[in-house]
Every structure is written in C-alpha cells, then in structure tokens.
C-alpha cells in the first residue's frame, strides 16, 4: 500500500510538472497597445447610468481610460447574450457612443447556463432545454451550483456545441465591443471536488479533478484550455485587435488561459488592503514565471476590504509597472476605488501614475513584442519575498506594502542601476534602505538603457505638449548600448522596427528605420555639451539633467561632444 501511494504521488508530481511545463513552453501572443492602458469598470450598480458616470468622473478629473468592463449582470440570463435593457437601455448606441470617445467595451463572460439565479430577471436560461436536449453540456447535463446560481457548462469539447456557442456570441459581439472578460466557472463542475465546500488553500493545490466530456473523462486543467482558447480564437476572428481578458495563474483555481491565448492576465479576486495586494503581488510573478506575457494589476482589489487612501496609492504604483491598470470592482466602486474620493492628493499621485503608465505604454509595447518572438515575460526576475520586479530589462520597481514608507531594496545584479527620483547610481546587487514619501516608490532605471516613451503633456515633468506625435526616448548612457524598438503602428498589433543604438564612449547616437520618424531623445546626463552636430535641435537642462535632441529622420548618426 505504501508503495502505491508512493507510484500515485509520483505520478501526479509528474503530472503537475508536464503541465506546467507545457504551459510555460508556448510564446504569449502580442497585446493590443489599447489594452495596455487603463482599464475601469464597476461591479456594485451594474446599469448604463453608472458606466456613463464612471466615465464622466475619470474624464471631469482627467485621468485617461482606454476601456469599460462591463460585468455581470448585463444580460437577461446567464448566458443568453441577450442584454438586459431594463439595466442597459440601446445598448447598442452606448457601445457606439463609449467607442466615439475612444473607449472600448469589453463584456463579462462565463460558460454557464442556468436553470435558477440570483441577479437576473430571467432564471431560467431560454437556451438551458436546447443544450440538454443536444448534448452541449458537460456532465450528462447534470447541474451544478456555481457562484451566480445553478446551471450547466457548455462543453467546449464538443465542436457542434462550440458553433451554436459562437453564433450566440454574435449577437453582442458588435463594432465597439473588443474583448470578454473571462471569467470561472468550470471548477464548480468537477466530480471530486466542490469549490462551494472548499477548505481554504484546497482550491489552490488540488489537481486531478475531473468532469464528463463528448471526448470522455478530462481534467478541469485540460477543459480549461478548450473553454478559454475558444473564447480567444473568436475573438481574434471578429477582431485581430480584441483581447480576452482571463486569469493566468490565480490562487483561485490554479492555471487557467493557455499563454499563447491570453491577451491580458488578471489573476482573479482580490482585497482593497495590503493582505489582497501582497496576495495579487505573489500570484503575478507566479504567472511570469510560467511565461505569461502581459499581466495587468487589479488596483484597489474587488471584494471585501475597501482600499484606504495609503492602500490606493501603492496599489496604483504597483499597476503602474504591470502590463495594465484595471480599476474596479465590489468593494467601494464609486467610493474607495475611486481616487478623488480619498482627497485631492490622492487623485494626484493616481493621475501622476496612470499618466506614466501611458508615457511607458511604447516599451512596455515593445518588450511584449519580444516575449511573442522569443518567449517570456513582461515582468522579469520577479522576487515574492522582496515584491520586486524588473519591468522588462531596464527598469527595476519594488511594491510598498505596508504604511510604513522605510523599505529594504535589493537591487538586480548586474551593471548599475539609477534612482529614477533622485539619479543617484547604485551598483547591481546592492542592498539598501530609502524612505519614499506617498507619492513615490521605488523605481530605478538601468545604466545603458535605451526606452521609448509616448508623451503629450507635461503630467510627469519628462516633457510637455510639444513632445506630441513624436516618438520619445529615454537613455541612461553607459559605454555601448542598444536596442530595438518594436514600434506600435496605431492602437493594435501591427508595429514596425527601429534600431537605435548609443556609445557613450565616443558620443554617438544612431537610428536605423525603414521610415522616417519624428524623435525627441532625452539623455541623461551630467553637464551640456560642447558641441553637437547632426541633430535638428537640441537644448539643456540643466534641472533636470537631461539633453533634449530633436531629430526627424529613418538613418541617422548625431555626435554628442563633451
């Protein structure tokens, strides 16, 4: 018997491991540069009138967003795909109206159909006898309680089940709508065990649980792949440039969304208060040690503890260096959630870094780019005891997660890294103590890096108005440097190369491009210098210690004199 036990255990380790193996092996796809930015939604009234004023209010304290999430409940029932008007009146015409304003819709998703619920008007599915009667379901169409009520799971194992699937889709799928918001259920349909009756930490180390199929026995981790891919390639279809938004890894149910079929990772439900981001935090860099690619954060959490006005701002410094900042949710939406609601300050700070996320959005670009072509993640040497990560290979953020603003800092080995706030170089690998007042945190640049940024205002103090439409870059010389920039070509996927390359050494700056560009390159650096010949304008400042060369152009060479 205890050799039996032994051969099981070995053969689930081996199993677990195959799996994730097999995960982590596959490129992320390129994200959309849209999905990069900020993303809000609220999850407490649910009706046209309050996605309408969420957006006013963003928009009346000028904080950019790129899209809405609408979440449930929209539709009538679950999930008939038909929009309950009493709650979203001319749906159609909001969706237009959002998408004239330059943001996108994306529509909450799960694969249940329900024969009872809590939160619509309509509990029973008008779609729940076709599926039985056809066999669409998984289990036999047995029901199985779910977090929104009782119903069945579409079995998309089963190509017939899948098209009908796909045609309901249609029907809310319109111009304007660019992506679903994926959300869990198939966990509640194992025959093992029950995520309702679940000890706490046994839906996050359990493997093995399985469900009935049209292809037979499988495991939730295996249907998972099925449900979540699916929802990807039609989305894809309809529009090359929509995402799916799912988890990634989640302490929820482990891995879910294939990596080559995740367009932006959100790893589930969290808390407003420091236990939610730390929580947040650990199931990110889980996800970027698999290789996922763009991994965005859920700023201020979604359920239960309300964030306060310190568990905001570091929360939002956080997202600031992730892929994306989502901002929403159940706890607070119209309250806490929202910066202006704390004070004046707060909604600062949460401007100053969601405009920095967008100044970043370019590198941040740029680096999924080479994750798809060559694997990997936006999020490097990640650190769960240190909350640290590197936000592709040149920049380099540590999360404050406590009130206490003193923080330990482990610098990444290797070259020197620069204060962002301070310039103060550091060698790699150094550890020290800095205290960061609320509107800062710990940020730091590598020596030698070359970063694209797009800036059109002065939110930041990096630029101004004047740097508009024109494509900016940030260098922090050290000896030779170079790097290549996948520059995004409008809001998708689409994007064109830039080789751009600085020797310190002798003061040479060069760009190679198949098209001309309009540069500003700031370089950081100590002291104007004498002489500078091939650029179209150039000035110093001597504040900020940066020079400022203007240059329009696809080959070039600028010598910078000291």
């Known amino acids: 018997m205890k050799n039996k036990i032994l051969i099981n255990g070995l053969f689930l380790c081996i199993l677990l491991v195959s799996s994730y193996v097999s995960i982590s092996q596959s490129n992320p796809p390129i994200t959309p540069k849209w999905a990069l930015g900020h993303v809000v939604w609220e999850d407490s009234i649910n009706t046209r009138q309050a996605a309408v004023r969420l957006l006013k209010m963003y928009k009346n304290n000028n904080i950019p967003v790129s899209a809405i999430i609408i979440d449930s409940p929209w539709s009538l029932s679950y999930n008939d795909f038909n929009w309950d008007t009493d709650r979203y009146p001319e749906p159609e015409q909001m969706i237009s109206t959002f998408n004239k304003e330059g943001i996108k819709v994306i529509l909450w998703v799960t ?87 679940a000890k706490p930490g046994q839906d996050n180390t359990y493997f093995g649980d399985t469900l009935t199929s049209s292809i037979g026995r499988i495991s939730i981790r295996d249907f998972k792949h099925y449900y979540y891919d699916n929802m990807y390639d039609y989305a894809q279809k309809k529009n090359p440039e929509a995402i799916t938004l799912a988890r990634p890894f989640s302490h929820q149910g482990d891995f879910a969304a294939s990596i080559n079929k995740l367009g932006l990772g959100w790893s589930g439900d969290f808390k407003g208060n420091y236990e939610g981001l730390k929580l947040q935090i650990a199931n990110i860099y889980t996800s970027a040690a698999a290789g996922y690619g763009a991994l965005a954060c859920e700023v201020g959490g979604f359920y239960e503890d309300k964030s306060t006005k310190t568990q905001l701002i570091r929360y939002a410094q956080f997202g600031a260096l992730t892929a994306s900042m989502i901002n929403g949710g159940q706890n607070g939406a119209f309250t806490n959630h929202l910066p202006w609601y704390h004070d004046e300050e707060t909604s600062n700070i949460y401007k100053y870094y969601v405009n920095l996320h967008y100044q970043l959005i370019p590198y941040i670009f740029s680096t999924l780019v080479e994750a798809n072509l060559q694997g990997g993640s936006l999020l490097k040497e990640t650190s769960k005891e240190n909350f640290s990560h590197k936000l592709g290979n040149d920049l380099f953020f540590k999360a404050i997660v406590s009130d206490e603003n003193t923080v330990d800092i482990t610098l990444p080995k290797g070259g020197n890294w620069v204060d962002f706030w301070s310039g103060k170089t550091f060698a790699g690998g150094t550890e020290i103590e800095q205290t960061y007042e609320l509107k800062k945190a710990p940020l730091f640049v590598k020596s030698g890096a070359i970063i694209p940024l797009e800036i059109s205002n002065n939110s930041t103090k990096l630029g101004d108005a004047t740097f508009a439409g024109k494509i900016t870059i940030l260098i922090y010389p050290n000896g030779k440097s170079q790097y290549t920039f996948h520059k995004p070509l409008g809001e998708g996927k689409e994007y064109r190369d830039i080789k751009i390359s600085y020797d310190n050494t002798i003061g040479l700056l060069s760009v190679k491009a198949i098209e001309a560009d309009d540069f500003v390159f700031l370089v950081k650096r100590d002291g104007k210098p004498k002489k500078i010949k091939g650029s179209d304008k150039w000035s110093y400042d001597t504040q900020e210690g940066f020079l400022k060369i203007e240059k329009s152009g696809d080959n070039f060479e600028i010598e910078i004199s000291n």
């Open 111 to 197: 694969g249940c159909i329900n024969i009872s619920a809590r939160d619509v008007p309509v509990q029973k599915s008008p779609d729940y006898d076709f599926v039985i009667e056809n066999k669409f379901v998984v289990n036999d169409g047995k029901p199985s309680e779910w977090w929104k009520g009782e119903g069945v799971h579409l079995d998309f194992t089963n190509p017939k089940a899948v098209k009908w699937w796909n045609s309901k889709l249609d029907k809310v799928f319109i111009k304007g709508v660019y992506g679903w918001k994926v959300d869990q259920g198939e966990y509640y349909f194992g025959d093992s065990i029950s995520m309702l009756s």
